[in-house]
Nanobody, 127 residues
Framework: QVYLVESGGGLVQAGDSLRLSCVAS???????????MGWFRQVPGKEREFVGS????????LYADSVKGRFTISRDNVKNTVYLEMNSLEPEDTAVYYC?????????????????WGQGTQVTVSS
């Protein structure tokens, strides 16, 4: 079992920055360093949306077009932590952000690529 806990969300103004963190723990946590990790977000009434993913070594990253150039995903396998640096935030970025652990070394952009999920952290961007 792997547990993922996100933190770093909050209320900010448009143009501000936030950094989200996701810490992994649990009996199978050592396997997380060998797997891709991802971030998704969801607003009420809409499907969960892919934000970005990072491969197990951090050398391959994918981003949704809506965040490309503004968000950066990174990881620290020693700390079992994945980060999402969000810059130039827009009101449209308001959502609950979820961290997810992939099923393989290179996790993609669909939810079925992931088998562990965090509880989410709320990000609210005011205009």
């Amino acid at each position: 079992q792997v547990y993922l806990v996100e933190s770093g969300g909050g209320l900010v103004q448009a143009g501000d920055s936030l950094r989200l963190s996701c810490v992994a723990s649990g009996r199978a946590v050592r396997t997380i360093s060998n797997n891709g990790m991802g971030w998704f977000r969801q607003v009420p009434g809409k499907e969960r949306e892919f934000v970005g993913s990072i491969s197990w070594r951090g050398d391959n990253k994918l981003y949704a077009d809506s965040v490309k150039g503004r968000f950066t995903i990174s990881r620290d396998n020693v700390k079992n932590t994945v980060y999402l640096e969000m810059n130039s935030l827009e009101p449209e970025d308001t959502a609950v952000y979820y961290c997810a652990a992939g099923r393989s070394a290179y996790a993609g952009s669909v939810a079925s690529d992931y088998n562990y999920w965090g509880q989410g952290t709320q990000v609210t961007v005011s205009s």
